[in-house]
């Protein structure tokens, strides 16, 4: 399975931004999602999860209220709607995959990743 993520780019504080995570080779339907983030110079950090059908969701609480995470099974896609976007959603964005039904905050529990991609939030 390959994962790959677009939707990235500059936007001004207070913009919105949709990023999709296309995956190919395999269903994803047993897989938990999630995207992730790193900053320069800082650690990879948990944003959002979302369970194999979709009726868990969870969140950072940087980001709450702020994004909203989604799968279309029928696209075997997945999205994170970015809205409000401030400077320090600034980072590299990558989504993620794991053949288990719970979503966890934890990085090196997922065996799928995208490539990245970067979103740049100008204040």
């Known amino acids: 399975v390959q994962l790959q993520a677009s939707g990235g780019g500059l936007v001004q504080a207070g913009g919105s931004l949709r990023l999709s995570c296309a995956a190919s080779?395999?269903?994803?339907?047993?897989?938990?999602m999630g995207w992730f983030r790193q900053a320069a110079g800082k650690e990879r950090e948990f944003v959002a999860g979302?369970?194999?059908?979709?009726?868990?969701?969870f969140y950072s609480d940087s980001v709450k209220g702020r994004f909203t995470i989604s799968r279309d099974g029928a696209k075997n896609t997945m999205y994170l709607q970015m809205n409000s976007l401030k400077p320090e959603d600034t980072a590299v964005y990558y989504c993620?995959?794991?053949?288990?039904?719970?979503?966890?905050?934890?990085?090196?529990?997922?065996?799928?990743w995208g490539q990245g991609t970067q979103v740049t939030v100008s204040s």
């Open positions: 993620t995959a794991r053949w288990r039904d719970s979503v966890t905050r934890h990085w090196n529990e997922y065996n799928l």
């Open positions: 080779g395999r269903t994803l339907s047993s897989y938990a």
């Open positions: 979302i369970s194999t059908s979709g009726g868990s969701t």
